[in-house]
């Protein structure tokens, strides 16, 4: 059974380990672009939350509505 089981727990652990770097590129990749880009980066924080508090609200009027 432990063989078996080892060529899944390899690809597993690999899995882990790309998953690992892509997240550590997309992170780096995001501290360049705020430093190149400071105001759009403030932009685009500023409309996402003004969009993500719109849709809480809109969830939560439709909630006490009920």
């Given at each position: 059974?432990?063989?078996q089981a080892a060529p899944l727990l390899d690809s597993v652990r690999d899995g882990s380990?790309?998953?690992s770097a892509k997240a550590a590129q997309a992170s780096d990749d995001t501290?360049?672009?705020?430093?190149h880009e400071p105001v759009k980066s403030m932009l685009i924080a500023a409309a996402t939350g003004a969009a993500l508090m719109a849709l809480i609200s809109l969830f939560t009027s439709r909630r006490d509505r009920n």
């Open positions: 059974m432990r063989r380990h790309q998953l501290v360049n672009y705020i430093k």
